[in-house]
């Protein structure tokens, strides 16, 4: 059974603290992964695809890398307009169309 | 461009009324799909459709009904609602399929008593 996990379930930093969110997953032939910010009260919004181990995508303070088994999303000098949920999803193989989400990581960065 | 319209944004409704919450883009998108999100549980697809007059179960399908009449609207149907329903419910689409990214709605919170 296709499975995404995401570790810590919420992490507390201080502004300018810099740490990592993981995204394990376990999918037989992965055809991307997806990272998603989700504000209190909103719908999840897209920040990176990643397709292929050792690729790297960066957006401002934002850098997601991706191995074979996981991805790791860095956050560099965090501020407190970081503060979000933070979603990883793969696409589901098997011949059907359904994306499996990770239950989060709960981001709070005080200032 | 409006991108994912979800509508209600809120609803109360009693155990065992029925109601449709409305989905539509304007994006042009084959793939749409619903979702609901539960605290400690995560986002969890309910059905999903590949195109006009395609549908397919997810996850969490039963008590939920859908259909795709036209490119641009996705509605979920709840038959006879009951409390373990008590979610927030999500709408997305994209392109063509999984592997793109999702636009998702701003949800609709609903609540059976």
């Known amino acids: 059974e296709d499975q995404v996990t995401q570790s810590p379930e919420a992490l507390r930093l201080q502004e300018g603290e810099s740490s990592s969110l993981n995204c394990s997953y376990t999918?037989?032939?992965?055809?991307?992964l997806f990272w998603y910010r989700q504000d209190p009260g909103k719908g999840p919004e897209f920040l990176f695809t990643?397709?292929?181990a050792g690729e790297e995508k960066e957006k401002e303070r934002l850098k997601a890398t991706l191995t074979k088994k996981e991805s790791f999303l860095h956050i560099t000098a965090p501020k407190p307009e970081d503060s979000a949920t933070y979603l990883c999803?793969?696409?589901?193989?098997?011949?059907?169309?359904?994306?499996?989400f990770g239950k989060g990581t709960k981001l709070t960065v005080n200032p | 461009n409006a991108g994912v319209t979800q509508t209600p944004k809120f609803q109360v409704l009693k155990t065992g009324q029925s109601m449709t919450l409305q989905c539509a883009q304007d994006?042009?998108?084959?793939?749409m799909s619903w979702y609901r999100q539960d605290p400690g549980m995560g986002l969890r697809l309910i059905h999903y459709?590949?195109?006009?007059?395609?549908?397919d179960q997810g996850e969490v399908p039963n008590g939920y009904n859908v259909s795709r009449s036209t490119t641009e609207d996705f509605p979920l149907r709840l038959l006879s609602a009951a409390p373990s329903q008590t979610s927030v419910y999500f709408c997305?689409?994209?392109?063509?399929?999984?592997?793109?990214?999702?636009?998702f709605g701003d949800g609709t919170r609903l609540s059976i008593l």
């Open positions: 999803a793969v696409p589901s193989n098997g011949g059907s169309e359904k994306l499996v």
């Open positions: 990643l397709y292929s």
């Open positions: 994006m042009n998108h084959e793939y």
């Open positions: 459709s590949v195109g006009a007059g395609i549908t």
């Open positions: 999918v037989s032939g992965l055809r991307g």
């Open positions: 997305a689409s994209s392109e063509s399929g999984t592997d793109q990214p999702q636009h």
